[in-house]
């Protein structure tokens, strides 16, 4: 074997660790080769060669003891995108698993987030994608890290857009793969650049009392190691355990604690060889220390749903200083430290099913067999943002656990009742949920579950889900599913309704009722095929019964030709201006609205729409919703000088959930002069703040001063229009 390039030795004395098969090794080689050949000549945006990135992407997994194949996929991810090499190539040359891996990751790859919208499309399949092979998003998240290492030579914008994700899906995720090291980074590097002050702020303390720390913790480690000496046990390792800044950041902001009660709390690790050591080492440690009340956790009975397991214990150390000790094994300090990708790192074999895989991945992390039950009734068309929402509520957030009364785990948002419990059983069980009992006892369906809690849900056959629930639920699978049931529901009696219209309609001619072919000959622009879906439009009222009976005569004139000849006419009168400030060349007092899904303001880039009954409702030109309008109906519009109106548009800020948080973005807002119109504040979990503002503005540029300004205040990460 030839001596491997610098770069390839670095990866090969990583993973030669516990890849020992020369096949194996062999291949790994071969695909660093195959990059190293095909990304000849390319450059990273800081001037590196290209191949130190595919290189620090395998070198990440490595250490996480990733597999020959998932490290081989990470070598040649970026080469299917950037150069002429093709997955016909990469599956004659390596194997069909790898080159689908690569596909997984170059589709995700090829994602733009250029809207709201589409940022939630792209995140639902990067989610999808997991549920196909886990192994496509740990390559992803892989990747994500290390442009996260290297994003100083990307623009501000991009390098605030690719933080404010990592916090949202990419460190999640991360925390639920149980890669704690890599969600520390992500989340210390998201912060540094969103919020440097705080970073520095929260750094700097940490740096101040190091020294003082790490005396302390020795001195723990001294005499803990005695103990277990003392009592025969061996081949043990006691570490300290250090908070990464962001979870001190989220402690001092979201929970208001002082930086002194957090930082003062030490923590240490003991790792032994076997589960009944675990037990031993904490019944000394509670024997020779005041154990703290209701401070003790058992994640090795009940593991977390990343796999995580452990004996977490808070003691009161002979001097009166608190200390928090883990007790775990080797074995799950392994699977601590690097996480499912450790799970793949001996069975990446010829007989390697990802199919298995991923089953027996679901068995043990129950939030990912949550993921597969969703995304098993997902697709490219559903509704994105919904589908992304419930993942980060229902899955990606910090979540309670109660028992069925067989003793079946049930992991829930926090926050959650037994309506959400219900659903999470079974949609039936929900839709006819009537009652509950929390731990024998009976309970008012709006209760809070907590933690441990044993739940009972009472049914009747009989017995429907009510509006009222919506206000009640947390979770937004539960959310979900009783919006469709009720939509169901209205959209039946909307359909009842619309057919009666048109045939009391019909019974005043009289004429015949209509059928499914003269839905088709008429209705079909309107995307109708049949009378159910005639029947709905007029129950909605978007369809006129009149028009279906005059269409039925043969004498129903063409609305669309009508108003291309009204506005032929128009166009040869004298143009004017609408209240609006904007007007229609040709046009005289033309009808015009602002659309309130984007609430255009002076000086934005817009287009208008001419609609039908609303005459023409103008759009910003990247607003959302202009993707599903006829282009045939579209229209040039254009601001006139010197408007001096004011401008509504919504702005949504999010922060961390600080005292006053709202009473500053108002003092900044009427510093500026603006004015209020609405305001909705909230916070979607116990750390977050969110609050949507309608504000009065003379033009863009007043706007984005605004929203400047707005970011500059404390604890604020992101403000959107929207």
Known sequence: ??????????????????????????????????????????????????????????????????????????????????????????????????????????????????????????????????????????????????????????????????????????????????????????????????????????????????????????????NISSLLSESGMTNFDIKGRIKNIHSIYKKMVYQRRDFEDIYDLLAIRIIVDKVEQCYHALGLIHANFTPIPKRFKDYIAMPKPNMYQSLHTTVLGTDGTLFEVQIRTHEMDEIAELGVAAHWAYKETKTYSHEKEQFEIAQKMRWYADLLKMTADSDDSSDATTFVETVKTDILSSNVYVFTPRGEVKELPRGSTPIDFAYSIHTDVGHTMVGATINNKIAPIDRELQTGDIVSIKTNKNSKPSEDWLKIVKSNSARNKIRAYLNTINRDKLIEQGQAAIERECNKVPIDYPNDDFVKENFQKQGLNDLTGLYLEVGKGLISPKTVVAKLQGKELDREKLLQRQMKRATQQITTLSDTGIYVEGLTSPQIKLANCCNPVYRDQIVGFVSKGSGIVVHTDDCPNRQGLDPNRMIDVKWADNVTRKYATWLKVLGAARPNILTDIISVINAQGVSIAEINAKTPTQFDFQVNIKVLVDNLQSLVSLMSNIKKVEAVYSVKRG
Request: hydrophobic share 40%.
């Open 1 to 222: 074997m030839t001596q491997s390039p610098p770069l390839l030795r670095a990866l090969e004395k990583i993973f030669s660790t516990y890849i020992k098969k020369p096949e194996d090794v062999e291949m790994i080689r071969k695909a660093y080769f195959w990059a190293e050949k095909y990304h000849e000549g390319q450059l990273r945006k800081g001037g590196d060669p290209y191949i130190t990135h595919p290189v620090a992407v395998a070198t990440i997994l490595a250490e996480l003891h990733a597999g020959p194949v998932t490290l081989s996929a990470a070598l040649l991810h970026d080469t299917v995108e950037d150069t002429d090499l093709s997955l016909e190539d990469i599956t004659k040359e390596f194997s069909q698993e790898v080159s689908t891996l690569v596909d997984g990751v170059t589709k995700l790859s090829k994602l733009q987030f250029k809207t709201n919208v589409s940022q939630a499309e792209n995140q639902q399949k990067m989610l999808l994608a997991m549920a196909n092979d886990i192994r496509v998003v740990l390559i992803k998240i892989a990747d994500r890290l290390h442009n996260l290492r290297t994003f100083e030579h990307l623009r501000a914008d991009r390098r605030q857009a690719m933080a404010e994700e990592t916090l949202e899906i990419y460190a999640p995720l991360a925390h639920r793969l149980g890669m704690f090291r890599i969600k520390a980074e992500m989340e210390d590097t998201s912060l540094k650049q969103i919020n440097p002050e705080m970073y520095y702020y929260v750094s700097g303390l940490v740096q101040e009392r190091k020294s003082e720390r790490e005396e302390a913790i020795n001195e723990i480690i001294d």
